[in-house]
């Protein structure tokens, strides 16, 4: 099983970045997909999830209409397009999965959920 980021790097402020979490080894169309992200001296946070059953998604407020996930169910692959990036963006972001639909839910609250997969994380810089 794993769960494999990429497309971290440095952003300036105002910038893009595309993150990718492909999955394999589970049958992760079936699984609610998303991402956390922690930087450092701060709590793990919330940003964004989706069913890949049924393309339901879900936003912390603080990145509401400047992220976007999406899902490939053919690539087994979920994106987060990262737009205006500020330096609150920062941090190390993480790919998690679970098969429960509803492990969603904690993502806009940040709520603990013990998701039974993770990614390794990928470094997220956003420079003024």
């Known amino acids: 099983v794993q769960l494999v980021e990429s497309g971290g790097g440095l952003a300036q402020t105002g910038g893009s970045l595309r993150l990718s979490c492909a999955a394999s080894g589970f049958a992760s169309n079936d699984y609610a997909i998303g991402w956390l992200r922690q930087a450092p001296g701060k709590g793990r946070e919330g940003v964004a999830c989706?069913?890949?059953?049924?393309?339901?998604?879900y936003y912390a407020d603080s990145v509401k209409g400047r992220f976007t996930i999406s899902r490939d169910n053919a690539k087994n692959t979920v994106y987060l397009q990262m737009n205006s990036l500020n330096a609150e963006d920062a941090a190390v972001y993480y790919c998690?999965?679970?098969?429960?639909?509803?492990?969603?839910?904690?993502?806009?609250?940040?709520?603990?959920?013990?998701?039974?997969?993770w990614g390794q994380g990928t470094q997220v810089t956003v420079s003024s």
């Open positions: 989706v069913s890949m059953r049924d393309g339901r998604v």
């Open positions: 998690v999965a679970d098969r429960l639909r509803e492990a969603c839910m904690n993502v806009p609250t940040s709520a603990p959920y013990p998701y039974d997969y």
